[in-house]
């Protein structure tokens, strides 16, 4: 894989004719030790918001050995690489023959359930196995996430304590797992749902062997500035201490965006320009997913190979290069204002799902892949490089620049 020190340099390079994926393996690396280091208990790494074998990679040798797997591929694709993984099949409604493979293949032991029927497809897949270690999954509030997960999955309240008691006559350990939602905005979420979990420990008078915090720890973005991740750990850990359980209980989080959305940015060029509409050769289907179907905004750098920019910034929208509507990206993205065809931008914050959901919709895709040695452009682990664009670009007045960046 050829290496750049910028995306700047990689366009004034290569002038590449298709979108570019760059990744910086530096940055998942510094995101993992921090969890590593400031969550007390076991880190669990989500492989559905990237699987590219570079960031996995990252992730490994950074030092996690737990992974969050939903499907057969993400189980062969973990057991493969790394043998001394532990894997935990954290998808509530999976196939009956896959439980079996997972169990009888891949040594997998760590199942999430949310109903009776889940708990009996689990119980009847493995033989009855002694050795199961399951996790019940509580719906909690997603109230503070720009993406919900308690419609879909995670058993009511109500209903916990019964469910928790049938798990336990067939399980060798047993735990309660839950989802705050994704891009997680106010720390106190996990607070709730922990208080939640106190309640049904008392309820259902069971002893935990696990409590799985799950996912949703969030990246930054422009407009979209989370508190210190820091301020999550310690409401976690405030939480945790008054749950009625022994020191000996395993606590869990499942990190996958907070981990590599600094991980991976995307290059892309501007093809036309119809007023303050910038259509480009990425978009919804492919990389930028996020912005299209979530309305993020992601951190952008314009990029001319030819001469400089000389107009202040203006808020944009995107359009992707497919035929469809839905390919549009409504912003505000902020560029120069005399960005043209040609010109390059650089999209950051793409490490989280940007690989994971591309598609070959239309024709359009691309699996150019490079790898950059500059800072993210924007960072929750104390470094970044937001200011860092082309010295030409008139930016903003402050105020607009750091609401830019919010």
Known sequence: ???????????????????????????????????????????????????????????????????????????????????????????????????????????????????????????????NAADLCLLVRLAVPNHHSELELSSKYGVHPDAAPDLLIAARRVASRLGVAFHVGSQCMQPTAYGTALHMVRDLIHKSGIILDIVDVGGGFPSVYPFMSPPPLAEYMREIAAAVDKLPISEACEIWAEPGRALVAEGASTLVRVEMRRGDSLYINDGTYGSLFDAGALNFVYPVRPIRTGGRFVKPLIGYAFYGPTCDSLDHM?????????????????????????????????????????????????????????????????????????????
């Open 1 to 127: 894989m050829e290496k750049f020190p910028s995306a700047r340099a990689l366009a004034r390079t290569l002038a590449p004719n298709n979108p570019v994926t760059c990744l910086r393996p530096s940055a998942v690396r510094r995101a993992v030790h921090f969890f590593l280091n400031e969550f007390a208990g076991e880190v669990l790494y989500a492989v559905k918001t990237n699987p590219r074998p570079e960031i996995l990679d990252a992730v490994y040798d950074a030092g996690v050995r737990n992974f969050d797997v939903a499907s057969m591929a993400e189980i062969e694709l973990i057991a493969g690489r790394y043998p001394d993984a532990r894997l935990a099949f954290m998808n509530p409604v999976k196939n009956r023959d896959v439980i079996r493979r997972a169990y009888l293949e891949f040594g997998v032991r760590h199942f999430v359930l949310d109903c009776e029927e889940e708990l009996r497809k689990i119980v009847e897949a493995t033989d």
């Open 330 to 406: 409504k912003g505000p993205f902020y560029l120069p204002a005399d960005m043209r065809e040609g010109d390059y931008i650089e999209i950051g914050q793409t490490g989280a799902y940007g690989c994971a959901l591309r598609t070959k919709f239309n024709g359009f895709h691309s699996d150019e892949t490079v790898e950059l040695y500059d800072e993210p452009m924007l960072t929750a682990y104390g470094r970044g490089d937001a200011a860092n664009q082309d010295p030409a670009v008139a930016l903003p007045n402050a105020t607009v620049l750091l609401e830019q960046f919010k």
